[in-house]
């Protein structure tokens, strides 16, 4: 059996599409923890899977974008660029640090990596570690000639 961790982000639209398949892995008899850089151990732990408390970050996670303060942000197109520009591309050498530490620590067989942990790929490169990611995206399946202010985005970085 092997061991396997889940580096995930700390929304609940990237938690849920990987409770399912962290579950069937361990009903595999396969060791799973989640971990993640902030606390989501009442969801995790609610699940039926180990929470790794480790702190992966060295700032604290915003708060939670939902409901009327997500519709407000990704209304405001600047705002918004600059909210996913921060998010994809402000990574700090010390937070793949941490990353790294966490993984020389744990030791996993492979890690699933959340596609917007990037600090995570990062430093599973870094180690050489045999890592997979796992899209909670529907943007893989839209039509080519769909277009939002948040498809622009991302298409410029």
């Known amino acids: 059996m092997k061991k396997i961790s889940f580096l995930i982000l700390p929304e609940k639209g990237h938690i849920n599409p990987y409770i399912g398949p962290a579950q069937a892995l361990q009903e595999l008899g396969h060791t799973v923890s989640i971990a993640s850089i902030g606390d989501i151990s009442a969801q995790i732990e609610k699940a039926g899977l180990k929470f790794d408390r480790t702190i992966l970050s060295t700032k604290e996670p ?12 990704v209304s405001n197109k600047l705002a918004m660029k600059t909210w996913i520009k921060a998010l ?12 790294m530490t966490w993984i020389k620590t744990q030791k996993p067989d492979v890690l699933v990596i959340d596609p917007l942990a990037y600090a995570a790929v990062i430093a599973a490169e870094a180690t050489d570690t045999p890592w997979v990611s796992m899209s909670n995206s529907l943007k893989p399946v839209l039509e080519s000639d769909v277009k939002s202010d948040l498809l622009e985005t991302l298409g410029e970085i």
């Open 62 to 73: 915003t708060q939670p974008m939902r409901g009327k303060d997500l519709v407000e942000l």
């Open 88 to 99: 994809l591309l402000d990574i700090s050498q010390e937070d793949v640090n941490k990353h």
